[in-house]
């Protein structure tokens, strides 16, 4: 018979024949093993490679007959937990044998698909869940194939991806280290290259700094002091003491002065009060020029900010910051409201005791460096981006980008509010030493596995390097366009916060979704829910401390995402350089500041319906009589003050000024359970008084 025919020759031939032929084909058919081969694959798909039939076809093979004996053991039947996976020890069965035998029994000749390599069948539900060592047969079918569904996503496809970054460009970002292999091929020219950059950054990048801090000089007032953008002559309520003795000279003094650039966004994060008005998420300059002549001297109130006033009248610029004079004028009343050069100033109808002008000077008699942080934040990247691009090491790398930023922001892009250089320069290395301890477990566990085999030289520096730049200035890139200070309810109710908030937390969720995708084929999800369980759980504890309330810096937001960036792709590049520079930034700039912090430290010291926290624990008093444009005196009646409380005393401040106080210590303020208050300038009738009571 030949291999094209489809009927074997004895189906054509006569009856007797047939017969004949057909009862020696049978014999052929059941003493022969490819039969059996052949049956065997036919069950292997029927059944998807169960084990059970596995060993029973597996028994019929070994044999070279059929077996006489009927009985049979099956094997034991194994868990759900066990893997099934197909014997690769069974008998192949080959076409070319095939075609040999088929050729001489006259049979159809049936040819095999290979089996595709490395594939397990799964076990069908139905043979899963037969099993009589079942362990959990008392969950409901539906539940279990949920939480194998479940499990099995969890653990990702097998095997799991291998994520590695493949530059573009390969040989244009790899010139650099070609380029360093030619000319400094051994690790000792390696090492004085590396030295001679750091010294080289170091000896600029102070010098620079040494010249801004100290440079500068006035005719006639001498050597500038640096201020903050906050700094005033006044402090807040009654912190200058009983009629503000603490705060003298009121008037017939000077001070030279240098403001920073960008001051103009400082804005009060707590609430102030000037006379009647309640003033929060906004900057303090009270006063201005006369509203009838603009040209007038512009007079402030003492409790303004220095450079924003400055600012205000002209005598410095928010870009660049720069020197000025300010020159006490002592009391003054009816400060005027007026807007000038971005910032609004607010009206003040009473009398305060200390008030300033500025000086107008030449530009002879001023020689004033201008704000050098930009200057100083090229030579910063400069040698950053040199050091990116021609080193493959991660710890390099890292750990050199971390000290350099650390460095750049304590002293130069965002300092703590300080008196002098040295004074920033004493908290940039009490913050710095705790900080390069967590920096280190930062790299072990997180930013190692990032960076270690990539050679996307360029890649790494635009996306790592460059978006830790943008965390780093955080003053200048998030804090001026998200109204959001601090993550409480009660800076929740600034203008904007709430859609600010909404957009973030959007963003902040689609990118938790693609790292989560990442994770997951990577293999490592179990490993990832594990940390962040225990992250959630203690964030919930102390959610629900009583007396306490739940402050996430933005330092700390840094140590809770940059785990979910330790795997190599770009977009953790971007995300986990990000997080470092915030990182840097709340540090050097904040210090580790308490995740958790009582209502009085984050400013929520207003009362609520039922008045708790105010007045002795109580509503404020209502003064509701009005005292006459002639009237000497006032007197205040609050009844005893009782002894179980936490208050120690009692301030009346007059046009925000304290003006009387008293101690509960002291029997006799409270004997006739009243405060008699003298009016002290019979002149300025007509003028309102504000009175305002601190505990």
């Known amino acids: ?103 001489e029994n006259g049979l159809l000749q049936i040819q095999s698909a290979p089996d595709p390599p490395n594939r397990t069948l799964p076990i069908p539900v139905w043979l899963r869940e037969s099993a009589s060592s079942f362990k959990y047969r008392w969950v409901p079918l539906p539940v279990r194939k949920a939480s194998r569904a479940v499990v099995d996503w969890v653990k990702g496809p097998l095997p799991p991806r291998v994520l590695k970054i493949e530059p573009i460009f390969p040989k244009i970002q790899q010139a650099p280290i070609s380029l360093l292999d030619k000319y400094a091929p051994n690790r000792k020219q390696r090492i004085i290259l590396l030295v001679t950059l750091y010294a080289a950054w170091f000896l600029t990048w102070s010098l620079m700094l040494k010249h801004h801090s100290t440079a500068g000089f006035i005719k006639g007032y001498g050597r500038p002091e640096n201020v903050w953008c906050g700094a005033s002559f006044w402090n807040e309520g009654n912190g200058c003491g009983l009629n503000g003795n603490q705060c003298r000279p009121f008037s017939s003094a000077h001070m030279a002065f240098r403001c920073p650039a960008n001051c103009k966004s400082t804005h009060l994060l707590e609430e102030r009060i000037v006379g009647n008005q309640s003033l929060r998420y906004q900057g303090l300059v009270v006063g201005g020029p006369r509203l009838e002549d603009p040209e007038s001297i512009p007079i402030y109130r003492g409790d303004s900010f220095i450079c924003q006033a400055a600012i205000h009248a002209g005598i410095v610029t928010d870009a660049d910051g720069g020197c000025g ?230 330092y700390i937001l840094a140590l809770l995402f940059i785990p979910g960036t330790a795997f190599q792709i770009r977009p953790s590049l971007m995300y986990q350089g990000l997080l470092l520079g915030l990182f840097i930034n709340g540090v050097a700039r904040w210090g580790f500041a308490s995740i958790i912090q009582t209502p009085a430290a984050l400013g929520e010291t207003g009362s609520g319906s039922d008045g708790s926290g105010s007045w002795w624990g109580a509503k404020s008093p209502n003064v509701t009589a009005v005292v006459g444009p002639y009237g000497s005196n006032i007197t205040f009646n609050w009844g005893q003050l009782p002894k179980d409380t936490d208050v120690d005393g009692v301030s009346i401040l007059i046009n925000d000024v304290e003006r009387w106080r008293g101690y509960t210590d002291e029997e006799l303020y409270w004997d006739q359970e009243e405060v008699t208050i003298q009016r002290r300038k019979q002149d300025d009738d007509g003028m309102p008084e504000f009175f305002r009571h601190v505990q």
């Open 1 to 103: 018979m030949k291999a094209g025919n489809l009927i074997p020759y004895w189906l054509q031939a006569p009856e007797k024949e047939v017969a004949d032929q057909a009862e020696v084909t049978t014999m052929a058919l059941l003493n022969h093993r490819h039969v059996f081969a052949l049956l065997h694959h036919v069950v292997l798909l029927a059944t998807k490679s169960h084990s059970f039939l596995n060993t029973i076809c597996t028994n019929i093979l070994s044999s070279p007959t059929v077996p006489q004996d009927p009985a049979m053991v099956a094997p034991g039947y194994r868990d759900d937990d066990e893997e099934n996976q197909v014997p690769a020890d069974l008998h192949a069965l080959h076409d070319q044998e095939l075609d040999d035998e088929d050729e």
């Open 325 to 554: 004079v300010a020159t006490l004028t002592g009391s003054h009343t009816n400060f005027e409201a007026s807007e000038s050069n971005g910032i609004k100033s607010t009206a003040f109808p009473g009398t305060f005791p200390r008030s300033f002008t500025f000086q107008h000077l030449s530009s002879s008699q001023a020689q004033c460096p201008t704000d050098s942080r930009w200057p100083l934040f090229v030579v910063t990247a400069v040698a950053l981006v040199l050091l990116s691009v021609f080193t493959t090491s991660p710890a390099i790398f890292f750990f050199s980008t971390f000290v350099i930023m650390f460095l750049h922001v304590g002293l130069v892009s965002d300092p703590p509010n300080t008196a002098n250089v040295y004074e920033a320069i004493s908290k940039l290395v009490e913050r710095f030493l705790p900080a390069a301890y967590i920096s280190f477990i930062l790299y072990r566990y997180c930013a190692r596995s990032l960076l270690t085999g990539l050679t996307a030289q360029i890649e790494k520096t635009i996306l790592y390097l460059g978006f830790c730049f943008i965390g780093a200035l955080n003053n200048y890139t998030f804090a001026p366009l998200i109204p959001i200070e601090r993550l409480t309810p009660h800076d929740m109710e600034q203008p904007g916060a709430p859609l600010a908030l909404a957009i973030i937390v959007a963003i902040v969720l689609a990118i938790i979704i693609s790292q989560i995708h990442f994770i997951r084929v990577s293999g490592n999800m179990p490993r990832y829910l594990a940390i962040y369980t225990t992250m959630a759980l203690g964030l919930i504890i102390l959610l629900i401390l009583p007396g306490e309330r739940l402050r996430i810096h933005h």
